[in-house]
């Protein structure tokens, strides 16, 4: 950490992370002279730990997530989050992006890549690894009129930030009065990766969700993000946008209509991916994914037609479609990647449980979340630590017929 605190500005070559400066200044320098431009890598590095593509994702024959049938394509989550920026930094001059590395690297994960290119300098800033600084230069931005899209590399580095979020973003607005908005979007990757340990790898959705003044965003598909992510900029509000790494390289079908630069989803409206009538589950995020392949295996081996919300907004909580979902089915398992204790699963089970929905359930609510420890390095206990597939699978099983 003293290396961060001593960094203030630092020339680089385009291939390496400022988290990773060379330690020889006369290479460095050599291949500094060489940058030419705006030169940055066309491509992400491969994660250092293979992963299969998810099985719901893929196939002709799987059923198609999008909203309507019209002009059906693809598009990465990648692709989405950054055709967002760009249409809403056409749409409204006032919106610009910061963070670190976002301008001549293209951003640690390629999300802003090209926006250097058709906006300049001015609009795309390349920040000193400062994480308390430059929040805290995105919230007064905000606060002075502007519309900033602040990146963190990992939600986990926006912790030197909390009380810029917390308190200089999340609570003008009301101490205000209603009178100077504050309308800053805070986004980056959440939750755990693959292989980065424990420090790198915790979900913050809890955290910032706790916290009356911001609203928080958890998106699943390239729908989400390109709706999601518009409507957060546009918002008066301080927004927390809580992305997943894993997600980013994932392909899924999107319409004409959600490729429209007018196309926009409320922040705090979940969606029901997947319908049923045997039991619910509410999950967000990547865990979304694993929770309609739970669903298909359970619908094709064992009959039990499971219905599958997506969150999308972590606050404002949608708690009326949790509610309407749970009378219907009469059960309730929540599904999250991070930590169980007074997490995501545990507030909406206690919403539920204070609702008139509680009268309805046939078993008590149970929750599938992280496992309560650090995360762990090994990549054979990381596996373990995480909710997948088949763990999902278990515990309905076990949950219907107990």
Known sequence: MASRAA??????????????????????SSVANKLVGRNALLTTPLARVSRSEPKWLVGAEQRRLASSDEGVTQMTVREALNSAMEEEMNRDETVFVMGEEVARYNGAYKITKGLLDKFGEDRVIDTPITESGFAGMAVGAALAGLRPVCEFMTWNFAMQAIDQIVNSGGKTYY??????PCPVTFRGPNGAAAGVGAQHSQDYSAWYGSVPGLKVISPWSAADCRGLLKAAIRDPNPVCFLENELLYGVSFPIT?????????????????????SDVTIVTHSKMVTHSLEAAELLEKNEGIKVEVINLRSIRPLDIDTIINSVKKTNHLVTVEGGFPAFGVGSEIIAQICESPAFDFLDAPPERITGADVPTPYSESLEHMAFPDTSIIVKVLKRHLCE
Do not use: Q, Y
Not at 15 to 28: C, G, I, N
Not at 175 to 180: A, F, I, Q, R
Not at 258 to 269: A, C, N, T, W
């Open 256 to 276: 004409k209509e959600e490729l429209s630069e007018d196309f926009l989803l409320p922040i705090g409206k979940a969606k029901v991916e997947k319908e049923g």
């Open 7 to 28: 960094v203030s500005k630092v020339l680089r070559p385009a291939s390496v992370s400022a988290r990773a400066l060379s330690s020889s200044t006369t290479a460095t």
């Open 175 to 180: 101490m205000s009065g209603g009178n100077v």
